[in-house]
């Protein structure tokens, strides 16, 4: 059984940081993509950042620059840090997992299989 866990989450200033942790089991976790979502109530899930097995990186436009998504297989963690964080960033982050083995970064949520029960993001202004 898959299971993701996100921690890391919180309330934090325009302009801070905050570092999301997610950890994987229950299946192969080096040779897939892991992807970062986020939701706010009435809205999409919306693509943050993805990383792939071999380490293809690619990111929303809403958070270039600022996200840095990074993996250890070591401890099948994959990790989101922000910076520069914005009132707008406020949402539930969600760790995902994609069912494809050794394929590249993915965008799409349907190419996700797997998701952690998200964690809350507020930034206030």
């Known amino acids: 059984q898959v299971q993701l866990v996100e921690s890391g989450g919180g309330l934090v200033q325009a302009g801070g940081s905050l570092t999301l942790s997610c950890k994987a089991s229950?299946?192969?976790?080096?040779?897939?993509?892991m992807g970062w979502f986020r939701q706010v109530p009435g809205k999409e899930r919306e693509f943050v950042a993805t990383?792939?097995?071999?380490?293809?990186?690619v990111y929303g436009d809403s958070v270039k620059g600022r996200f840095t998504i990074s993996r250890d297989n070591a401890k099948n963690t994959v990790y989101l840090q922000m910076n520069s964080l914005k009132p707008e960033d406020t949402a539930v982050y969600y760790c995902?997992?994609?069912?494809?083995?050794?394929?590249?970064?993915?965008?799409?949520?349907?190419?996700?299989?797997?998701w952690g029960q998200g964690t809350q993001v507020t930034v206030s202004s």
């Open positions: 995902a997992q994609c069912f494809l083995t050794y394929g590249g970064p993915t965008t799409t949520r349907g190419n996700y299989d797997a």
């Open positions: 229950g299946r192969a976790f080096s040779s897939r993509a």
């Open positions: 990383i792939s097995w071999s380490g293809g990186i």
